[in-house]
């Protein structure tokens, strides 16, 4: 059996409401070819909606064919945060009741993981609480920056608390922080630019004594860490340098190298090659590496095709770990 912990999912009913009344400058529609697409106000872009994303009975097939016990969700990331923006308390508050909504139809192999309100700092510690109180919310998926603004800014340092308070598991996907023009077309953004969010907020976070100040944050990052698995020796480097490189930034706020800060997080098998999972694995060990799907994205691994052949040929104890073991012992004492 598996524990997916990362997918991501949009209720129908959510859709029609959004398309009679727009929420938080967010309305719906459907397209010409019959799909539903969002729009922001004052953006003339649209996002489209992957069907699957609210075909909920072909998801609950999906989970029971592929042995998926249970599906960690979230909704799609331009949602949670976008240039220049992020999720504010209507939007925090419509799609968490969404996502219960969901939840609650799922047979039992779909889990909420609660959306933060980023976008108004202030009172984000307050929207967090109330989803824990609400929901019994185990877990959030926080975006990689608030919209161009680092997590790791003194705004965000009580949320941090709470969240390790609570024991909340942090999966972190990475979201678009500045337009795409620079990189040609949205699509390369995806491919190239949210692997490197990713590995800069969590640099961030690590030189900036985010990670040394809570040391019990359960953090689990996308994608297979974006790019920081292959990048821990570079980021080593610049704590032990002593020429003329040496900067004293790099120890100012840590106690440790950088890599041992890598050591306490984790890992979903979404890194989409089987070398890059079986890379992922070897180097920060079968205990830190969790399944993840990116149920249901093409650039994603929603069938486990990419992930399932490198974990089914791991030992059976390590098979155990990554399908379902690790993700088991996060969630045990999640929101209490």
């Known amino acids: 059996m598996i524990i997916d912990l990362h997918a991501h999912a949009l209720g129908e009913r959510f859709l029609h409401d959004l398309a009679r009344t727009p929420v938080a400058g967010l309305r719906a529609e459907r397209g ?21 994303l609210h075909d909920l009975p072909g998801r609950i097939d999906s989970l029971k064919r592929r042995n998926v016990e249970l599906q960690l969700f979230a909704p799609p990331p331009f949602m949670l945060a976008w240039p220049d923006g992020a999720a504010g308390t209507e939007l925090v508050r419509a799609l968490n009741r969404a ?3 969901i939840a609650a139809d799922s047979e039992g192999r779909m889990e909420m993981l609660a959306v933060l309100a980023l976008g108004e700092p202030e009172v984000a510690v307050q929207e967090l609480q109330r989803a824990v109180d609400e929901y019994g919310v185990r877990g ?75 040391p019990r944050l359960k953090l689990v990052l996308a994608h297979g860490g974006g790019n920081l698995v292959y990048l821990r020796g570079r980021l080593d480097s610049a ?98």
């Open 239 to 336: 704590y032990d340098a002593t020429g003329w490189e040496a900067d004293p930034y790099f120890r100012q706020h840590i106690s440790q190298r950088p890599s041992a800060y890598l050591d306490r997080l984790y890992y979903d098998t979404c890194a989409l090659s089987e070398d890059s999972n079986r890379f992922t694995i070897q180097t920060m060990g079968p205990e830190r590496v969790v399944f993840g799907s990116d149920y249901p994205f093409d650039i994603g691994d929603p069938e486990g095709k990419r992930s399932v052949p490198v974990v089914d040929g791991l030992p059976p104890a390590d098979r155990e770990k990554v399908y379902r073991g690790n993700a088991q012992r996060l969630l045990a004492d999640a929101g209490r």
């Open 32 to 52: 010409d070819d019959g799909y539903w697409v969002i729009r922001r106000h004052g953006d003339d872009r649209k996002s489209s909606i992957d069907p699957n």
């Open 99 to 101: 996502s219960r909504d």
């Open 140 to 214: 959030v998926m926080m975006p990689s920056s608030a919209g161009g603004r680092p997590l790791d800014g003194p705004e965000f340092a009580p949320l941090f608390t709470l969240i390790e308070k609570l024991g909340l598991i942090v999966f972190m996907h990475p979201t678009s922080a500045v337009t795409s023009e620079r990189f040609g077309m949205y699509g390369i953004h995806v491919l190239v630019g949210w692997p490197f969010e990713t590995t800069l907020a969590v640099t961030r976070m690590i030189f900036n004594g985010l990670l040394e100040r809570h």
